[in-house]
C-alpha cells in the first residue's frame, strides 16, 4: 500500500505546500515549516533555537530555504 502522504510539507501557517527552495523558518517544537511571508515581521511571534523567545530588541532570525 503506498502512502504518499509525507512527500510534500504544508506551511503550519497557511496550509499550502512549500516547496525546495522557498524561504520559511523551521519550527523547533513539532519540526513543522513556515513561510517567511507566514510567520509575519513581530519579534515577539519567533524563538531562539531552544524555542525560548527572543531577547528584547532582538532582529529576527533570518529565513532559510526548505
Ligand atoms: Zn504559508
Redesign the pocket.
Known sequence: MENHEHDTTE?V????T?RPGDL?YGDVNNSGF??A??AGTDPEDFTDAEGEPLPKGASIPKPYPY
Not at 501557517?13 to 499550502?16: Q, S
Request: glycine share 18%; proline share 0%.
Open positions: 506551511c501557517a497557511c496550509g499550502k512549500i520559511g513556515m513561510h511571508d507566514c
